[in-house]
């Protein structure tokens, strides 16, 4: 009997501080108008002060097992999508597995930039189907704000804060992942890169007074790059899974740019209505951005059971990932789980009382 690997609990969390356009206009030399026109980024969520990967990751969490109906106590595995973790060392998915009470979980954290989630839907997958593991917690976070040079205007306008969760369970149901694509390329290391921190370049004074410790991207390869990729990894991880772009209820890309999106909705000659869009509201959370998707396009009532979700994300290394996921949980779950709910928080501060923690010289 083929054991499948169902997602049957979700939940997402926004830290609740909102960094619009406009206040960032009052940072760097931007306007509202060309970051819409050229990212379709409104305004993104910046951890507070006392919230770390760590604590992003737990909030999203506890909403997808409650809606999952499972204890902590019953995950065998926490995986961590991140490229912002907590430390160098120890992983972030060992300070979350603890901080739920996962007393049983081996924990570790999944480095694949953007593509993390989509890394982590192949693992956590694997790890169920092979028969090692029945219930295992795939986060996908980051807290981007801490590792943006808020000078960059090429960079600090497009990266937001949040997490995204989904517990998969081992099923005889069918169901789950049915194709999928993982992609990666080092020659495009340079193309998004923090150059320094590591082996290669060790922290030091220099290197902080260079700001090397802040990620660097050069967009407009990116940018090329990652539209003709996607578009390749969606193709083959369809192609897998034996089905056509028609065959697709709900497209869940990377929201990194909105013109990127479109420029790979039209390759794919998708109907633009099944792509969810939500890059207005957080900017491109990296590894969050796939599952927060998702868990808002469940929210909306746009994924019932028996939908097949294109999900495809694209990041630093170069890495690309797509899968095709049969869905199969009821969305009124969330709505009946006790405690679960969308974690958005709503109040705004000003520029001038998060500018000043977050301005490193
Ligand atoms: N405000 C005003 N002007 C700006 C800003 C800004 N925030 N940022 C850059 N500019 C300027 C540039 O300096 C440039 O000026 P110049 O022509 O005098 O040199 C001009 O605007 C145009 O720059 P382009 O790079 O051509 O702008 P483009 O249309 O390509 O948009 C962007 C830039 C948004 C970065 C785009 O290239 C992009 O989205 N790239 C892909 C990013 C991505 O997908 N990342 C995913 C992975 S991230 C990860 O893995 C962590």
Known sequence: MTTNALI????????????????????????????????????????????????????????????????????????????????????????????????????????????????????ATSFIRSGMYRNVLLVGVEVLSRFIDWTDRNTCVLFGDGAGAVVLQASD???????????????????????????????????????????????????????RQLTESSLSALRTAGLTVDDVDQFLFHQANLRIIESVGSSLRLDPSKAYINIEKYGNTSAASVPMALVEAVAAGRIKPGDRLLMAAFGAGYTAGAAVVEWTADPARAFLAPGAQTRLGKPRVEASEFAEPMAVS
């Open 8 to 123: 049957t609990g979700w939940g997402m969390y926004a830290p609740s501080r909102v960094l619009t356009n406009d206040e960032l206009s009052t940072m760097v030399e931007t306007s509202d108008e060309w970051i819409v026109t050229r990212t379709g980024i409104r305004e993104r969520r910046i951890a507070a002060d006392d919230e770390t990967t760590t604590t992003l990751s737990v909030n999203a969490s506890r909403d997808a097992l409650a809606v999952a109906g499972l204890d902590a106590s019953d995950l065998d595995l926490v995986i961590v999508a991140t490229c912002s973790p907590d430390y160098p060392l120890p992983a972030t998915g060992v300070l979350v597995a603890t901080e739920l009470g996962a007393r049983h979980a081996a924990g570790f954290d999944m480095q694949a930039a953007c593509s993390g989630f989509v890394y982590g839907l192949a693992t």
């Open 173 to 227: 149901q069918p169901g789950g992942l049915l194709g999928m694509d993982l992609f990666s390329d080092g020659t495009g290391a340079e193309g998004i890169i923090v150059p320094a921190g590591g082996s290669a370049c060790p922290a030091g004074p220099t290197t902080i007074a260079e700001r090397k410790h802040f990620i660097r991207m050069a967009g407009r390869e990116v940018y090329k790059y990652a539209t």
